[in-house]
């Protein structure tokens, strides 16, 4: 049986479209100075905060809101979702 991916695997998956190689830096540095924990071992319960301190750093770096919004929602439907989420794999939107 085919093990299904960690809730992390899943944020990185998300981030990676919007993101890209700087991903996995990104999302630990935001875990552990905000959540003050390893990535690996964030909850559900975890990603209610992630959300709000990744849209901070993400407006910074764009001024695109809609990106910042799209991104911010793919990652709330993580929240009691045990699938991966359908949009992951998604493309962005030209900027």
Known sequence: MEEQPSLYDKVIRITN???????ERFIGR???NHLHKEPEEISEKDLYGLIDWIKVAVSLLTEDSEIVEEY???LSLLVGNSKPNKMTHKKPRPR
């Open 17 to 23: 479209v919007y993101l890209g190689p700087s991903t």
């Open 30 to 32: 935001q875990v552990r």
């Open 72 to 74: 911010t929602e793919q």
